[in-house]
């Protein structure tokens, strides 16, 4: 009877903060937003030159089958969100060499956000990524109230940084600039 009550008392509670959720999240455009940081052992410089190697993303990043970059500022994403094939368009709205570059979507998958690279000493950055997203459908609403996108970008930024420290340096650059707009 106790196993009971307290089953039934997990479930109103996580029901109540999942309805919690759900409700702060609605109505707004970009609903859903993560901020998440990792230090990797590695140079700015060498940290920032391996995130601008965006077609090397998929080694990473598990739903993420493809990018392909169609110019300096435009990309194209397929990967599989809460089960399903999806693909969308990227435009990189802003990108100062080794301190941030900035994008949002422009088809598809509703997202944007910032990534910044911070020198803590010469061989430590911090990453730090906020991404806002409007998550599509109730399976995708339900995955985002419980979490699912948080964790599977902290086990993303974690894959970063081992593949990185690993390899010890980085497997191409982008060193360009782009204007914010």
């Given at each position: 009877?106790?196993?009971?009550?307290?089953?039934?008392?997990?479930?109103?509670?996580?029901?109540?903060?999942l309805s919690k959720q759900m409700k702060k999240n609605k109505g707004s455009g970009m609903d859903s937003s993560i901020?998440?940081?990792?230090?990797?052992?590695?140079?700015?410089?060498?940290?920032?030159?391996?995130?601008?190697?965006?077609?090397?993303?998929?080694?990473?990043?598990?739903?993420?089958?493809?990018?392909?970059?169609?110019?300096?500022?435009?990309?194209?994403?397929?990967?599989?969100?809460?089960?399903?094939?999806?693909?969308?368009?990227?435009?990189?709205?802003?990108?100062?060499?080794?301190?941030?570059?900035a994008w949002r979507s422009t088809s598809g998958v509703p997202n944007g956000g910032v990534v910044t690279f911070h020198?803590?000493?010469?061989?430590?950055?911090?990453?730090?990524?906020?991404?806002?997203?409007?998550?599509?459908?109730p399976l995708e609403k339900l995955g985002d109230a419980f979490g699912a996108v948080r964790l599977e970008t902290c086990?993303?930024?974690?894959?970063?940084?081992?593949?990185?420290?690993?390899?010890?340096?980085?497997?191409?650059?982008?060193?360009?600039?782009?204007?914010?707009?």
């Amino acid at each position: 009877m106790l196993n009971r009550v307290v089953t039934v008392a997990a479930l109103a509670v996580g029901g109540a903060l999942l309805s919690k959720q759900m409700k702060k999240n609605k109505g707004s455009g970009m609903d859903s937003s993560i901020i998440e940081t990792i230090e990797v052992n590695a140079p700015v410089s060498t940290v920032y030159n391996q995130w601008t190697q965006f077609e090397d993303f998929p080694q990473f990043m598990a739903s993420v089958h493809e990018i392909r970059q169609l110019d300096d500022k435009h990309l194209h994403w397929k990967a599989n969100v809460a089960g399903e094939e999806k693909e969308w368009d990227v435009e990189i709205t802003e990108q100062i060499p080794d301190k941030r570059i900035a994008w949002r979507s422009t088809s598809g998958v509703p997202n944007g956000g910032v990534v910044t690279f911070h020198k803590i000493s010469d061989n430590l950055t911090r990453v730090a990524l906020q991404m806002d997203y409007q998550p599509e459908g109730p399976l995708e609403k339900l995955g985002d109230a419980f979490g699912a996108v948080r964790l599977e970008t902290c086990g993303n930024l974690q894959k970063f940084k081992d593949m990185l420290e690993k390899r010890g340096r980085e497997t191409g650059a982008w060193r360009g600039s782009i204007s914010q707009h």
